[in-house]
């Protein structure tokens, strides 16, 4: 049985903690309470430089020792960023984690930030950029969260910026961002697998700073500005299909809709069993590719279907689609049918000490206090029928999805 604990340090951040019996190894993990969502279009992408920067050596180690240190006792290390945080992570032994939690305290609060060498790590993050706006389902993706949000909302910002953006940011406007947020009481740490608890908070104290006093940062307000346009079309030569989303907002993720709205988002996408592959796959082959897509944030979210078909089924896949969403309901079978799906698919993910340890970060980030997988579980399982087709009328009225096209199509209609 796997015991989960968590704990607010004093003057520190906050600790969830998961013991995995029969596990061998421990994934332990730092999430700071930073990403894009805190940006403006000037500054975009720095939490992703900073994250890139993390790497590039400390007061006491060079880049590459930072990297040997974990590599030469078989483990792991690696970073991200997202809108709401960044994360810098760990897979090693058990009896490595003491140097472990040294090592990502070393760099995330004595990281130096060397000119020449975050000159010389800008050139690698720009063509980190070039090679996302070479993808058409990234620029897509891009072009619809700026309709959806507008432009200048922190919710329409790429995480890895754009070149002007990484081009324009100073090492000084780096570390002073760096100062800004990283600090003990804005982080979290989540463990999990072969680990104590009391031996991993003692850990901490030993390793970690004494906190500022501080409170975490809060996610102010976003400011949302979206089209009024219920058809984009943005168009770029060369592509051999069009790409498409319809898409609209939702709500943060810990609005209680969010349970019928799982299922609803299960049923149409969840894979090839999906509605929309049967749909648009099998029975109709009209697509290449068909799924939804959806991100829920603390204060919003959004939702949407995304394909990619050619030019002449453009037309025929939306007249569908339209018919379909309009007078989509789900029986009781179909709900049952879901709602094992998502049973299943919850037990398979928790089998990884990843999954385990990015779950319990969220259950502090969004809410506070641990929610048992359980208890979870029966929210879903509680979703009566009546409040999953309220949900699909609500979500799926396409009258409220914007329609944002990538191609090369001269005129279709929603």
Partial sequence: ???????????????????????????????????????????????HFIEHGLFKGTKKRNSREISLEIE?????????????????????????????????????????????????????????????FDSPEHVLLQRTYERLFGEESPLALPVEGTSESVKRITINELREYWKRYYYPENIIISAAGKIKTEELLDTIRKHFPEGTGKSPVKVPEIKKNGTDKKIGVFNKRGLKHEYVTLARETFSYTDTRKYPFLIVNTYLGGGMSSYLFQRFREENPLVYTITTFTSLYKLSGEWGIFFSTDRRNIQRVLDILRNDLKNMRLSEKDLECVKKKLKGALSIELESLGSKVARNFKEIFYYERYRTPEEVLNNIMSVKLDDVNDMMKELLEPDNLILTILGGVNHVHW
């Fill in 72 to 132: 030469s006792k078989g483990g792991s290390i690696n970073a991200y960023t997202s809108s709401e945080h960044t994360s810098l992570y760990v897979h090693v032994l058990p009896e490595d984690i003491e140097q472990s939690v040294e090592l990502l305290s070393d760099m995330l609060f004595n990281s130096v930030f060397d000119e020449k060498l975050m000159e010389k790590e800008r050139l690698v993050i720009l063509e980190e950029v070039k090679g996302y």
């Fill in 1 to 47: 049985m796997c015991r989960v604990y968590m704990e607010k340090m004093d003057k520190g951040p906050w600790v969830i903690c998961e013991e995995v019996p029969g596990a061998r190894t421990v994934r332990f993990s730092t999430f700071i309470r930073v990403g894009s969502i805190l940006e403006t279009r000037k500054n975009n992408g720095i939490s």
